[in-house]
């Protein structure tokens, strides 16, 4: 995926420009081909070292163990839903965050978790969620 997108990226491949320049199914084989050819390098450096050495890329942040692509906007239709799915599994009662101080939450901000304004500010900066909006009221 770091390859894909740093490859794109250095590139200056923009895709809505290339949807206007050609049918979405040659985008879709040239994207294809693009993916392919970093899959391949992929390989190649798993066949020469053992394994595929994670790197961080201009869209990519490598976290060992966790192997979920870095927040982005094309992920936000799915929020909502997975908030609600949280929702029904969660009991907010049984939830303690002083537990989860210094551990890493997946989030915007790719820093350990605290409850200090200084912590959630900035993803509210980025996102607004007004849940978070009434907490940061207080």
Not at 83 to 100: E, F, G, Q, T, V
Request: charged share 30%.
């Amino acid at each position: 995926m770091t390859n894909k997108l740093n490859y794109l990226k250095v590139q200056k491949i923009d895709i809505q420009k290339r949807t206007e320049q050609f049918t979405v199914e040659k985008v879709k084989e040239m994207l294809g081909d693009i993916v392919m050819e970093c899959f391949e390098r992929a390989k190649e450096q798993q066949r020469a070292e053992g394994y595929i050495k994670l790197e961080r890329g201009f869209a990519t942040i490598p976290l060992p163990g966790i192997d979920v692509p870095f927040h982005s906007r094309y992920l936000w239709a799915g929020v909502m839903h997975f908030r609600a799915y949280l929702s029904k599994k969660i009991n907010p009662s049984l939830l303690n965050p002083d537990m989860l101080i210094g551990k890493y939450i997946l989030d915007l901000v790719a820093k350990p978790f605290d409850i200090m304004r200084e912590y959630a500010q900035p993803t509210y900066d980025q996102t607004p969620p007004p849940r978070l909006d009434k907490v940061l009221k207080k």
